[in-house]
């Protein structure tokens, strides 16, 4: 935020941290040679550290090591909340470009929730779906990008758990005949759109509105796993489906790709 300022003994607290991630253990001289800062400064930081079960010194060679009480402060976090981590700014940047907003989706069961979106920043005045907010694989942009690309085995064990589902959006999955052409088609074109009946709804809540969105997905695949999809959503009433994707199918694969390869490489 404008004219806010960065503390500086917190951001000093996190160098010792990382250097000592990177360095596993560390002595107090090698810690100053890594993060260049002066040794009575690194002693109260690493005093602080040690105080709250962040930091402990080896008895047996008098070592720094970053302690196990920092797992316990992420171990409410998983992949996805990884991947949200690495997609926001990239779904920030797409929605620079194309003004209309984004959602990173991932599977959550018996349905897709949302994990990250830029809803909040796009200028258009559209639904603002919030993160936690899911929606069902038949009938969503996002859910057969998913069934479509996913592997055979994660597909087919997501279509025999729904199969008896008494959700009204479930009902296709009922009749895979009737689904498996539209998945098709879907992994031949590369995206996914939704149903020109669903009109949206919070699959959770069994709630139905209509949001007047249309919306484009892409899966995000690492190797044959599939850890989430990505759209663009619009109003429907602004732009047909194809002229949407002519358009913009190019920024959202590229952004998908980003995420890919940033995923990757962390």
């Known amino acids: 935020m404008a004219g806010l300022q960065p503390i500086r003994a917190i951001e000093r607290g996190i160098s010792v941290m990382r250097a000592l991630e990177e360095l596993g253990t560390a002595s107090l001289h090698q810690l100053h040679e890594s993060t260049g800062l002066h040794r009575t400064t690194l002693l109260r930081i690493l005093l602080t550290l040690e105080q709250q079960e962040l930091v ?6 008098g070592l720094y090591r970053n302690t196990f009480g920092l797992r316990r402060m992420t171990g409410t976090l998983d992949e996805f909340d990884r991947l949200a981590e690495i997609a926001g700014p990239v779904l920030g940047r797409l929605c620079e470009t194309v003004k209309w907003p984004s959602d990173l989706m991932v599977r959550n069961g018996d349905s897709m929730q949302i994990k990250e979106t830029s ?4 200028p258009f005045l559209v639904n603002r779906d919030e993160i936690g907010h899911r929606v069902a694989f038949a009938v969503t942009a996002v ?5 479509a690309f996913c592997p055979e085995a994660e597909h087919d064990e997501i279509i025999a758990g729904l199969r008896n589902s008494s959700h009204p959006a479930d009902q296709i999955m009922r ?6 052409p539209i998945l098709e088609e879907v992994r031949a074109n590369g ?14 809540e069994n709630t139905f509105f209509d949001d007047g969105l ?17 759209n663009l959503v619009w109003m429907r009433q602004a732009v047909p489906v194809e002229d949407f994707v002519a358009n913009h199918l190019a920024d959202l ?6 995420i890919v390869a940033a995923y990757s490489g962390s």
């Open 175 to 180: 009749t895979p005949k009737k689904l498996e």
């Open 56 to 61: 402990r010194r080896g008895l047996g060679d």
């Open 253 to 258: 694969q590229a952004a998908a790709d980003e």
């Open 214 to 230: 249309s919306a484009i997905s892409v899966p995000i695949r690492v190797g044959e796993q599939v850890l989430g999809c990505v």
């Open 191 to 204: 995206y996914a759109t939704r149903d020109e009946f669903y009109l949206g709804g919070n699959y959770g």
């Open 143 to 147: 859910g057969r990008a998913y069934l």
């Open 119 to 122: 809803r909040r920043q796009t």
